[in-house]
T-cell receptor, first 115, second 110 residues
Framework: NAGVTQTPKFQVLKTGQSMTLQCAQD?????MSWYRQDPGMGLRLIHY???????DQGEVPNGYNVSRSTTEDFPLRLLSAAPSQTSVYFC??????????????FGPGTRLTVT | LAKTTQPISMDSYEGQEVNITCSHN???????ITWYQQFPSQGPRFIIQ???TKVTNEVASLFIPADRKSSTLSLPRVSLSDTAVYYC???????????FGSGTRLLVRP
């Protein structure tokens, strides 16, 4: 049981390039989310999904696209990278646990730098 | 989603008890109070969640007064490894959208 996995761990892009950050979970969770965290700040919600085929916007969705074709995978696409998107990106999935109605499990993060 | 307010930073020493208070004046009837811990270069990790009164697990306790407008995370006998950022969030019992504030940076000194 790997939990939430993210690839790549590090990425450097040039302004205007596009790329996809991968996220996968093996806990059969319905809910998955993407957050970004800028240095010294809290996490901000980008997009989330309540199940395969269903996605919605979070606090800071501009410049990002998502899709959810399977329960396991929730990729995040940067359409045209900008320096303002330099950040650490966390993927999370949530499901009922013995400790909480909905406990969120976070991946290790992808550190993205846009030059 | 209810907004939370918590201290920006706190200092403590090894072996002491640390209490971090969070204010959530607009908490709704169905909201739970949840705390996450984040170490540098890692994703947040669930610590504890409660709805009312007191909840205790192997890591921490959570105290919630009757009006539920605030809550206190209590970490007993902290060690250096408890140095981290602690986030207080409120969420509905079926919520999957977490809105993080800036958190409380706890520094535990030898």
């Amino acid at each position: 049981n790997a939990g939430v996995t993210q690839t790549p761990k590090f990425q450097v892009l040039k302004t205007g390039q596009s790329m996809t950050l991968q996220c996968a979970q093996d806990m059969n969770h319905e809910y998955m989310s993407w957050y970004r965290q800028d240095p010294g700040m809290g996490l901000r919600l980008i997009h989330y999904s309540v199940g395969a085929g269903i996605t919605d916007q979070g606090e800071v969705p501009n410049g990002y696209n998502v899709s959810r074709s399977t329960t396991e995978d929730f990729p995040l696409r940067l359409l045209s990278a900008a320096p303002s998107q330099t950040s650490v990106y966390f993927c999370a999935s949530s499901g009922r646990s013995p400790r909480a109605p909905y406990e969120q499990y976070f991946g290790p993060g992808t550190r993205l730098t846009v030059t | 989603l209810a907004k939370t307010t918590q201290p920006i930073s706190m200092d403590s020493y090894e072996g002491q008890e640390v209490n971090i208070t969070c204010s959530h004046n607009n908490i709704a009837t169905n909201d739970y109070i949840t705390w996450y811990q984040q170490f540098p270069s890692q994703g947040p990790r669930f610590i504890i969640q409660g709805y009312k009164t007191k909840v205790t697990n192997e890591v921490a306790s959570l105290f919630i007064p009757a009006d539920r407008k605030s809550s206190t995370l209590s970490l007993p006998r902290v060690s250096l490894s408890d140095t981290a950022v602690y986030y207080c969030l409120v969420e509905m019992d079926s919520s999957y959208k977490l809105i993080f504030g800036s958190g409380t940076r706890l520094l535990v000194r030898p």
